[in-house]
């Protein structure tokens, strides 16, 4: 990157050249079907904070990331930053993203990258806050009980608020904002009881039409079975008791897991600002193997 002179452009000044972010303080969505890998990438990560709304356990053997909040091994209850059982709600969270603002205002330590696992129940979170402070935020003029008392099409907009500015003051902060989200296949009716299979994701297309521009990454995790082949040494029977070392090979089918920002199933969902290959995550540390790629295919 240089330092445009005042005299190409008279005093407006500018940069040239490549600028790029590094893929832990991009904005990323990473999204897939259940069960393929998502959190197992982001939980390598040790320069990341999670937001666990999901409020489930760590799926890796040597989870590196801090959550928030945490689960207590006896009870499967989620426990706050003093170990005590909580009920989680957005303003717990918004009192966690403004200690990230202080942090980053004040230059302190903190994380380059926060994620959202996952921004479906992230999401539903919203609504509760939303319901509670409708008067406040101006969609009501009374106080109700639940979300369906709203004005429907201002209640959801709020909820998309809440989401985008959230996303957009981290990232304005310097923070990489990560955030995992759910596909689900269905059937879409094309007439006569004709059908094509499809995906979606699970938030909504609301929301995905407010954070979109936001994203620099859309990526599709996928976990697809391969045969791999390795040379053992074995005892070979070479006679009436008698055995020999030989090696032998032998095959076995493993779940290997790839990430791509190109499928051109996935168009309209998939999105990228370098166009890196489709990458094998590797079962341990997964996270600085795919930064590493990232970077590579960033020149």
Not at 216 to 222: K, N, P
Not at 233 to 242: F, L, N, Q, V, Y
Not at 253 to 275: M, Q
Request: hydrophobic residues 40%; proline residues 6%.
């Amino acid at each position: 990157m240089n330092t445009i002179s005042a005299g190409r452009f008279q005093g407006l000044g500018g940069f040239t050249g490549h600028m790029k972010i590094p893929l832990s303080r991009s904005t990323v969505l990473i999204f897939s079907l259940p069960g393929k890998g998502k959190s197992n990438l982001v939980q390598s990560n040790p320069d990341a904070f999670i937001f666990n709304t999901d409020q489930t356990s760590t799926v890796t053997t040597k989870p590196a990331a801090v959550m928030w909040p945490g689960i207590d091994p006896r009870t499967g209850q989620a426990v706050n930053d003093d170990l005590r059982p909580f009920i989680l709600t957005f303003d717990h969270i918004l009192a966690k993203k403004a200690k990230l603002l202080e942090l980053a205002r004040d230059d302190k330590p903190r994380p380059s990258t926060v994620v959202i696992d996952s921004i479906t129940t992230f999401s539903a979170l919203i609504k509760p806050y939303i319901t509670t402070n409708a008067t406040t935020l101006g969609i009501s003029n009374r106080s109700v009980a639940g979300f369906r008392e709203l004005h429907g099409p201002a209640a959801w907009d709020a909820v998309y608020e809440q989401s985008v500015s959230f996303i957009s003051d981290l990232r304005n902060a310097g923070y990489g904002v990560t955030i995992l989200a759910h596909i689900v296949k269905e059937k879409i009716p094309l007439g006569d009881d004709k059908f094509a299979m499809g995906v979606d994701f699970t938030f909504g297309s609301g929301l995905w039409k407010r954070i979109s521009p936001l994203v620099d990454y859309s990526c599709l995790i996928d976990k697809v079975p391969e045969t791999i082949t390795e040379n053992k040494e074995a005892d070979i029977i070479i006679g009436p008791g008698k055995t020999a070392k030989r090696t032998v090979t032998e095959s076995r089918t493993v779940d290997a897991v790839y990430i791509d920002v190109l499928s051109p199933e996935y168009a309209g969902l998939v999105k990228n600002r370098v166009s890196f290959p489709r990458f094998k995550i590797p079962p341990v540390d997964g996270w600085a193997a795919l930064e590493a790629h990232h970077a590579q295919h960033s020149v």
